[in-house]
């Protein structure tokens, strides 16, 4: 069986087997983005609470690693791989759930969810890891969650998510080392209240 055949298969899988209701109901939402807004405004403040002015930096680094991915995965790699997603292709979407109202019409390889996601929870793990303890893994599930939910609603494979996390993560930790090195956060003792522990 080949690679492709084996992709298909676990789409199949994870869009029509692995499902129950309570999937169906909640991972059409889980899977956008704006839903984790209120994560991202925590995230922000939770910075500016514990670093104040010094967390700018910060956050000018972690969108540009967003920028970075997003624009990487949409506008480069997905023109040079041409392959339709499930819910486009006219032998697979008569056999794919479609969970959302809307099956976007851009290629498929990568997904620019997964890329994003797992981007910003590398970034996060390589430049909080620190200061947050264990909590730090959370930003993982989240990347996790949005990008299984890309599958389980019928917009992509497997492998379109498994590639945008491995792209996505390598962003990140370049993204992260090159804050480290260059400007990164004070040392923990500094701090007048630990973060998350």
Same mark, same amino acid.
């Given at each position: 069986?080949?690679?492709?055949?084996? !992709?298909?298969?676990? =789409?199949?899988?994870?869009?029509?087997?692995?499902?129950?209701?309570f $999937? !169906?109901?909640? $991972?059409? +939402?889980?899977r956008?983005?704006?839903?984790?807004?209120p994560?991202?405004? =925590?995230l922000?403040?939770?910075?500016?609470?514990?670093?104040?002015?010094?967390? +700018?930096t +910060?956050? @000018? $680094?972690?969108?540009l690693?967003? #920028?970075?991915?997003?624009?990487l995965?949409?506008?480069?790699?997905?023109?040079?791989v041409p392959?339709?997603?499930?819910c486009?292709?006219?032998?697979?979407? !008569?056999?794919?759930r479609m969970? @959302?109202?809307?099956?976007?019409g851009?290629?498929s390889f990568?997904?620019?969810?997964?890329?994003?996601?797992f981007?910003?929870?590398?970034?996060?793990?390589?430049?909080l890891?620190?200061?947050?303890g264990?909590w730090?893994?959370l930003? =993982?599930? +989240?990347?996790?969650?949005?990008?299984?939910?890309?599958?389980?609603?019928?917009?992509?494979y497997? #492998?379109?998510?498994?590639?945008?996390?491995?792209?996505?993560?390598?962003?990140? $930790?370049? @993204?992260?080392?090159?804050?480290n090195?260059t400007?990164g956060?004070?040392?923990?003792?500094?701090?007048?209240?630990?973060?998350?522990?």
């Amino acid at each position: 069986m080949t690679l492709l055949n084996l !992709d298909t298969d676990f =789409f199949y899988k994870i869009n029509t087997v692995w499902t129950n209701s309570f $999937f !169906d109901n909640n $991972f059409p +939402w889980l899977r956008d983005a704006t839903t984790w807004y209120p994560v991202y405004l =925590f995230l922000l403040v939770l910075m500016l609470y514990n670093f104040g002015w010094r967390s +700018w930096t +910060w956050v @000018v $680094f972690i969108a540009l690693n967003v #920028t970075i991915t997003d624009q990487l995965s949409s506008s480069v790699i997905k023109h040079l791989v041409p392959r339709l997603r499930p819910c486009q292709d006219a032998n697979m979407a !008569d056999h794919v759930r479609m969970l @959302v109202n809307h099956c976007s019409g851009g290629n498929s390889f990568p997904s620019s969810h997964a890329t994003n996601h797992f981007g910003a929870a590398v970034f996060i793990y390589c430049t909080l890891r620190k200061y947050c303890g264990n909590w730090i893994y959370l930003f =993982f599930i +989240w990347a996790a969650i949005v990008s299984y939910g890309q599958v389980y609603v019928g917009v992509h494979y497997p #492998t379109d998510v498994l590639g945008g996390a491995i792209i996505g993560s390598i962003i990140g $930790f370049i @993204v992260a080392s090159i804050y480290n090195k260059t400007i990164g956060l004070p040392p923990l003792k500094t701090l007048q209240k630990p973060i998350l522990k």
